[in-house]
């Protein structure tokens, strides 16, 4: 499991003066990108393949509130891949300093070619930096099956 650490700063809270849904979703992304680029796949990596992440969903349980004051600690795991890696989940825990869970978020997404807008598998050299990468305990693999949250868009309900 990977985890960041974050300090509650006053932007990142809300008229009820605890931690605003926008940042949980800042502090995720941000966690996911800090972990990209630690396993290799950086900015400069991304730019010269011409290919970036895509969000599909991001499902967030909220538990308990969050305030200034103290720092939160985010984790992130991997509970999904497709075998080509164009498909993933990922799921977030958030901890207060006292390493209690106050919300979780399951999230999937996917690569986009940034040259022709579509989705893509990863390249060799990407595919090989999520191999020896710690996976979550109920890890699967994806298919294109498992992306279909509704069997409706919202224009067919």
Request: proline share 3%; aromatic share 14%.
């Amino acid at each position: 499991m990977y985890l960041k650490e974050f300090e509650i700063r006053w932007s990142d809270v809300d008229a009820n003066r605890h931690l605003a849904n926008s940042a949980y979703l800042n502090y995720m992304s941000h966690t996911r990108m800090a972990f990209l680029m630690e396993i290799g796949v950086d900015h400069r990596l991304l730019a010269q393949h011409q290919i970036g992440p895509v969000v599909f969903y991001e499902h967030m349980y909220y538990f308990k509130e969050a305030f200034p004051g103290k720092p939160v600690k985010v984790s992130m795991e991997i509970m999904g891949m497709s075998e080509d890696g164009k498909f993933f989940e990922f799921h977030h825990n958030f901890y207060n300093h006292k390493g209690e869970n106050f919300a979780h978020c399951e999230m999937m997404g996917a690569w986009m070619d940034l040259k022709t807008r579509k989705l893509i598998g990863l390249p060799d050299d990407f595919l090989k930096m999520f191999t020896d990468v710690e996976k979550g305990k109920n890890f699967r693999v994806l298919t294109k099956e498992d992306t279909r949250k509704f069997s409706k868009t919202p224009k067919d309900l």
